[in-house]
């Protein structure tokens, strides 16, 4: 089986990564000033351990980890403690941050580390190793990698999946990553599967990458069982409960992780984070960025430090042309507007895509003709109709009854509502009210 | 690099090249060869009756809608169709009349656009045959010339005397119902007999709608399953008995079932949101046409079947809500 049948419902955007999916990643120059919010991970945020004035190299530690749910930062710059400042962040919030003055003299050269030699280490250690390198989910939801690790006892983990779709329009950050570094995907996999204790892997990579798929083919292990399975374009395949059904055909339950079938996913870039841990021994302090959309002078794949304000980023990539009216933070279809070009690219930053008037014209709203286009077009089969006249009157609790929790926020029922309803947004919304209720309760 | 002016806006950033404007004036525009056929087989008279149910139906979407709307197209199409289904020597304030009320009680006070339960082009038909039967169930002959109007289509509100017509054609419907006598299935096809201005032509009707399907401009389950439940029912009528029931040719091209089915039954807003509703939905009206068609009272049925279906949508809807994605949890016996 070359191709799989893959799920029901979904969209189909224009996927536009012809911008960058030939582009070569470069590393940009280190910016003079880097921000690093404490919070840059699901759970809860980082806490500082130096003050303003300390001289911190590239890949030290600046801010702990606050239990498991948490995840530790380091200095992706060598330069000077500036101070502990609220900053802009990324999600729309103002949240505190590190801002490091860089050196600009600095030979970035990291403290000498011992590289830990993972055939030595039992799944216990490689997963505290993870920890301690503070690595993230890197495809957009920046779920703390080793909590997905340690699955909880009576749970059964039979299968990696390597969550390779890249689904978004615009990225390319994952394309270029499995082209340039295939050894090290596979490398990163092999500790994976020693961690996990998995006798087999699917990499699971739309057919939109043919070079991608032809790269990692060419360099399999022979000792392990790894497979590279070719799926089908649509929106959403790159959720995780979509491509666990294309690949083994298992519908994770509602409420349920994949745990629960059987499987863990990790994105194809956390998983090459992961193999640097074991490389280099550094920490995760810099990522692979596509900066790109018809407003950017010249798009690129990058590999930049964590922390490096959106403003520098687009410099170096010739800056703005054009009518820009958005920039977005992730891919179009859920990534975040951002108000700010002082915000920084974080952990979990897979792109920054440049709108102009072209794209993101305002678009009148109409009265939904409950024509159904929305019910088609859901990936978890809700009715995103009934949701959205419920979240219109308020109705919070007759949401949940409609399984709102269900609601992954994909975006499909706005892109194809044909009224411009914004029924994505208004279920985020529903959320929060619900939560809302919900404490109030208890 | 300068300070640009950014806009927030919630994801998605990418919206699908379709909206509810581009939906009602393909519907209409679709239209276009039925109105064609119907200016061809009943001249002016055709043209006037459609141009006085869409101005009523305009005038009073301008006249008492709050956001006075008239581009998101659906008054126009709500007037085009009510002309299509009435008979062509109606007088014209009559249809004026028709397509202010199929807006007027029909869609805006329900709250307008998307609130509506019945079919407003429907509704109009239906308060026009209770307020006048006489004048919706005259059929008049076809005149000496083209250009000659029908019937009584210049009467004056209440002041004309009532059109003593000598010649009459009855429609293909009447005749089966209360003559035993079918029409030939070619005549049906290409709508060369009496009846309401837009329904003759059966097969333009199924062209034009079957566009609209491929575009996915309307929920093809729909027209399928009515045409579907006609086509097999009568059929087994026609077997049991072939001297007292219609062939299912006849049954599917006659009367304003194919208009019904691929226009009126398809409405978004009084059809069902769920694809198994709308199989659902369809079968109850093509089964209800040949009920009222074989044993009721009157030779056609399509109206009372739609908008008696239209009622019924809440329930459909509730009954056929998808269940969501995911496996069941089957309880383990330890747990």
């Known amino acids: 089986m070359r191709f799989a049948a893959g799920f029901r419902h979904g969209v189909h955007p224009p996927e536009r990564k012809e911008l960058t999916s030939t582009v070569p990643v470069r590393r940009m120059p280190f910016p003079e000033e880097i921000v690093l919010p404490l919070r840059q991970a699901a759970g809860k945020p980082a806490i500082p351990i130096v003050r303003p004035g300390d001289r911190v190299e590239r890949g030290d530690t600046v801010a702990e980890a606050d239990g498991w749910m948490s995840v530790p930062i380091h200095a992706s710059s060598a330069g000077t403690v500036k101070k502990i400042d609220w900053w802009p962040h990324p999600d729309g919030s103002v949240a505190e941050a590190i801002l490091l003055e860089a050196d600009p003299y600095s030979p970035q050269v990291p403290r000498p580390r011992i590289v830990p030699r993972w055939q030595g280490l039992s799944p216990q250690e490689v997963v505290e190793a993870v920890r301690k390198a503070g690595v993230v989910g890197l495809g957009g939801a920046a779920f703390p990698t080793h909590v997905k690790l340690l699955p909880p006892e009576g749970i059964e983990v039979r299968t990696l999946i390597v969550n390779a779709a890249e689904c978004e329009p615009y990225l390319t950050t994952d394309h270029r990553i499995m082209v340039e570094y295939p050894e090290r995907v596979h490398f990163g996999i092999r500790v994976m599967m020693h961690a996990l204790g998995v006798e087999r892997t699917v990499i699971g990579v739309e057919n939109n990458k043919p070079d991608a798929i032809e790269a990692l083919e060419a360099t399999l292990p022979d000792d392990l069982d790894v497979k590279v399975q070719s799926v089908r374009v649509k929106y959403p395949q790159g959720y995780e409960k979509m491509l666990i059904k294309t690949l083994i055909d298992r519908s994770v339950p509602a409420g349920k992780l994949p745990m629960h079938v059987g499987v863990v996913v990790q994105n194809v870039g956390s998983i090459a984070a992961i193999a640097e841990v074991f490389e280099t021994g550094l920490p995760l302090i810099e990522r692979v960025v596509t900066l790109t959309g018809p407003g950017v002078a010249r798009p690129s794949n990058l590999i930049v430090p964590v922390g490096t304000k959106l403003r520098d980023a687009l410099e170096f990539c010739g800056g703005l042309v054009g009518d820009v009216t958005e920039i977005v933070f992730g891919g179009p279809m859920m990534g975040a507007s951002q108000p700010d070009l002082d915000a920084p690219i974080l952990k979990g930053t897979t792109g920054v895509v440049i709108l102009t008037r072209e794209e993101s014209r305002p678009r009148r709203r109409y009265p939904c003709i409950q024509c159904g286009t929305c019910l088609d077009a859901c990936p978890m089969f809700l009715n995103p109709s009934l949701l959205g006249q419920l979240a219109q009157a308020g109705r919070y609790e007759e949401m949940g009854e409609a399984h709102l929790a269900d609601c992954v926020l994909c975006g499909c029922c706005s892109y194809v509502c044909p009224s411009n309803i914004p029924l994505s947004q208004m279920f985020a919304l529903g959320k929060a009210g619900l939560r809302k209720l919900e404490t109030q309760a208890a | ?335």
């Open chain 2, 1 to 335: 690099m300068g300070d640009v002016r950014l806009h927030l806006t919630p994801s998605p950033h990418l919206k699908a090249p379709v909206s509810t404007p581009r939906i009602m004036w393909n519907v209409t525009a679709s239209l276009v060869p039925v109105v064609a056929a119907a200016i061809y087989y009943f001249g002016p008279s055709a043209l006037l009756l459609l141009a006085a149910a869409t101005l009523g139906a305009v005038l009073t979407e301008l006249a008492f809608s709050p956001e006075k709307n008239l581009g998101d197209g659906s008054a126009v199409i709500t007037g085009v169709l009510l002309g299509l289904i009435l008979p062509p020597g109606l007088p014209l304030w009559m249809a004026f009349v028709g397509g202010a009320f199929a807006i007027g009680f029909g869609k805006l006070i329900f709250g307008g656009l998307g609130q509506n339960i019945f079919n407003p082009a429907l509704l109009g038909r239906a308060f026009l045959q209770a307020a006048f039967p006489a004048a919706l169930t005259t059929w008049p002959g076809v005149p000496d010339s083209w250009w000659d109007l029908r019937g009584g289509n210049l009467a004056l509100p209440f002041m004309s005397p009532p059109e003593v017509d000598a010649v009459t054609s009855p429609t293909p419907l009447g005749l089966m119902k209360f003559e035993s006598t079918p029409t030939e299935s070619y005549a049906l096809m290409i709508g060369n007999t009496g009846g309401s201005l837009g329904e003759t032509a059966g097969l333009v009707i199924l062209l034009c709608g079957g566009y609209l399907g491929l575009r996915n401009f309307l929920n093809w389950r729909i027209p399928v399953s009515i045409l579907g439940t006609v086509a097999v029912f009568s059929g087994l009528l026609f077997l049991l008995d072939p001297t007292r029931y219609a062939n299912p040719v006849f049954a599917l091209f006659s009367g304003g079932l194919m208009l019904g089915a691929m226009y009126m039954a398809t409405d978004p807003v009084t059809s069902p949101v769920t694809n198994a509703g709308a199989w659902i939905f369809g079968a109850g009206i093509g089964f209800l046409v040949v009920v009222i068609r074989s044993w009721g009272g009157l030779p056609e049925g399509v109206m009372y079947a739609i908008l008696f279906m239209n009622a019924l949508v809440p329930f459909i809807n509730r009954a056929t809500q998808p269940s969501p994605f995911g496996e069941r949890i089957v309880e383990e016996a330890e747990a």
